[in-house]
């Protein structure tokens, strides 16, 4: 049983980072109806912005500490928001209107793109680096139960951005748009909605997410490289188009599905090695039966 | 084997290139192996332009179908090639083709299934799951060598048995889009709700699409693995697939000149790019970008006059 709560806590910390992994994903999908393979790559840069920016900020700020964290995680989901829209203006903003896998390719094109660039050694090179510590670990008994703080620190934020996030969507003139946008973009350009302002927005939004979701995914892993994005962008991927991509609450739901079951399934052994395999059956299983995903509405094509 | 029109010429066209290359023996080594992966790519590149091309669907698994039959070929190969006399070298092969070819289309039809539902997006990552579940189950098996793979498999694929089956390829691809049966595959990539509303059972043409290509790529799986002799599950990863997709597009999707023509570029410029190893992915995925920006009909499409707008503007 304790084994049990242990793989929970685990499980829970894990999918948080692939829920808001997968919130950018199924957000871009809203509003522009394709997958952004790039997103897992500035991931990877929100990780990198991090590591260059903590010898920066802690002259300023006492590090490894709240404050000079929530620092590091502000500027880097800034800089990545940057990056976001840059993208967007650059790779994406040409094809509108053009069919589905001229903007599927190109995404994938810019993708490598990020992850080659960055392999360079005049980048960042291949090699992995050790992440410097934001918050002190500490390991908290609680019922008989270790619980690492960081897995606390990683299901707070989420919990805590997921909450701003369906504040912003639900709440604010922006989101309104940003809905109006994903229900119909040509009524919402007629009713005076600037759709490019909004899209951009999006993709900022989108790539903010993703940086602190490589911090977070980073302040676990043992160290970050140009490639790290690829295993919890796949995975997270899979979470959106599980809960139904473009649908908010089915992302989260989707990432904890996702997380859970794969920290259970490696704790099994034997089937430790076949995780992979087994999140991508899981998907193919639910699809098969929900082709939309477990929350999405399925839509009925008129003719 | 009577083709009529088209289909004749370029089924002789490429019969000859078999005959050339038997005559050439001057070819170097390294050279041979160029002409030997332009061959093979080829056929993958044709193979998944019938279902993503022709039929429309998207397909981001075809590395899955290859590595189906590369395994199932060289397993066959390592197992029998010390049991059998050296002179039934070309049976042996054929048969572990052949073998390759089958279980590569019996994955197709797997895949094909789930497709009877999914569109687009959808269908586009459980075809990438299909493939990532079949990579980790090689990785996983012992019996193919686990995570290092199958290795010292024989050296049987030569220039005449790759352009050989690249002529079949093309001959049963283009053969089965231009027939009457294969205009179906045209109308459901086209649009498949008025397809359905004409007759035409968009399933069966989906599943038909996944089947033959696969069997192609099992095909030039197991020509890949008696080339290479090394068989590794990392080299069938998602890139793999991906490489497949833009050789499709950069050649134009559903047109099989195109298709062999950016297999063959795609093939080569590589090679070319040694000297810059270290741009040359950079390069390629600019390429990707901008190719996809400036001329998404791919490369080697051009367009027909354009005919005069009928309204003034």
């Known amino acids: 049983m304790d084994s049990f709560c242990q793989q929970l806590i685990n499980g829970l910390a894990l999918g948080s980072i692939y829920a808001l992994i997968a919130l950018g994903y199924t957000m871009v999908y809203g509003v522009l109806r394709f997958i952004n393979f790039a997103h897992a790559d500035v991931l990877m840069l929100g990780a990198f912005s991090a590591y260059f920016l903590s010898p920066a900020v802690q002259k300023l700020l006492p590090l490894p500490g709240v404050g000079g964290a929530l620092v590091v995680m502000l500027l880097a989901a800034m800089i990545c928001a940057g990056v976001g829209v840059l993208i967007e203006i650059l790779a994406y903003r040409p094809l509108r209107g053009r069919p589905k896998l001229t903007v599927l390719i190109t995404a994938i094109g810019v993708s490598l793109l990020i992850e080659y660039s960055c392999q360079h050694r005049a980048v960042f090179g291949a090699a992995t680096r050790p992440f410097p510590e934001l918050i002190s670990e500490k390991n908290l008994e609680f019922l008989g139960l270790t619980i690492s703080s960081n897995d606390l620190v990683v299901v707070l934020v989420t919990a805590i951005l997921l909450a701003a996030m369906w504040f912003i969507v639900h709440r604010t003139r922006v989101g309104t748009a940003m809905r109006a946008v994903s229900f119909s973009p040509q009524a919402a350009a007629l009713m005076g909605i600037n759709i490019n302002r909004v899209i951009s927005f999006t993709f900022g939004l989108g790539s903010a997410l993703a940086a602190v979701a490589g911090i977070l995914y980073a302040l676990k892993a043992p160290g970050i490289e140009p490639l790290m994005g690829i295993h919890p962008g796949l995975r997270a991927f899979v979470a959106a188009v599980l809960g139904g991509i473009g649908n908010l609450p089915g992302a989260s739901l989707g990432g904890l599905l996702l997380g859970l079951l794969e920290t259970f399934a490696g704790g099994i052994p034997g089937l430790s090695n076949y995780r992979d395999a087994i999140a991508f059956a899981i998907l193919i299983l639910i699809l098969l039966f929900k082709p939309a995903g477990l929350l999405g509405k399925s839509t009925i094509e008129k003719v | ?313």
């Open chain 2, 1 to 313: 084997m009577i083709a009529t029109g088209g289909k004749r010429w370029l089924f002789l066209g490429v019969a000859l290139a078999v005959v050339l290359s038997y005559v050439s023996g001057g070819l170097n080594s390294y050279d041979r192996g160029i002409w030997i992966d332009c061959g093979i790519n080829i056929i993958l590149a044709v193979s998944l332009n019938l279902i993503l091309g022709h039929t429309g669907q998207f397909s981001l698994g075809h590395a899955g179908f290859m590595s189906v039959g590369g395994y199932t070929a060289a397993k066959i190969t390592l197992v029998c090639a010390a049991l059998l006399p050296v002179s039934m070298q070309p049976v042996l092969l054929f048969v572990a083709i052949l073998a390759g070819g089958l279980l590569a289309a019996l994955a197709g039809l797997l895949v094909g299934i789930p497709s009877l539902r999914l569109r687009g997006d959808y269908l586009a990552i459980v075809t990438l799951g299909f493939a990532e579940i079949i990579r980790v189950i090689m990785q996983n098996t012992e019996a193919v060598g686990g995570a290092s793979g199958l290795s010292g498999i024989p050296k049987y694929t030569t220039l005449g048995w790759t352009f050989a089956l690249a002529a079949v390829t093309i001959y049963v691809v283009a053969g089965l889009v231009n027939s009457t049966y294969g205009r179906g595959f045209l109308a459901v990539s086209d649009d498949e709700v008025a397809a359905s509303s004409m007759g035409i059972n968009p399933v069966r043409y989906k599943v038909t699409a996944f089947v033959v290509g696969a069997f192609f790529a099992g095909l030039a799986g197991a020509l890949y693995a008696h080339h290479k002799q090394t068989l590794t599950p990392t080299g069938f990863d998602w890139l793999k697939s991906i490489d497949i997709v833009v050789m499709v597009i950069l050649g134009g999707m559903g047109r099989t000149p195109g298709v062999i023509l950016a297999a063959i570029l795609l093939t080569w410029l590589p090679e070319q790019l040694r000297v810059f190893s270290d741009y040359r992915m950079i390069i390629y995925s600019l390429l990707i970008i901008l190719l996809m920006i400036l001329r998404p009909q791919g490369l080697f499409t051009f367009k027909r006059k354009k005919k005069p707008n009928p309204v003034p503007a």
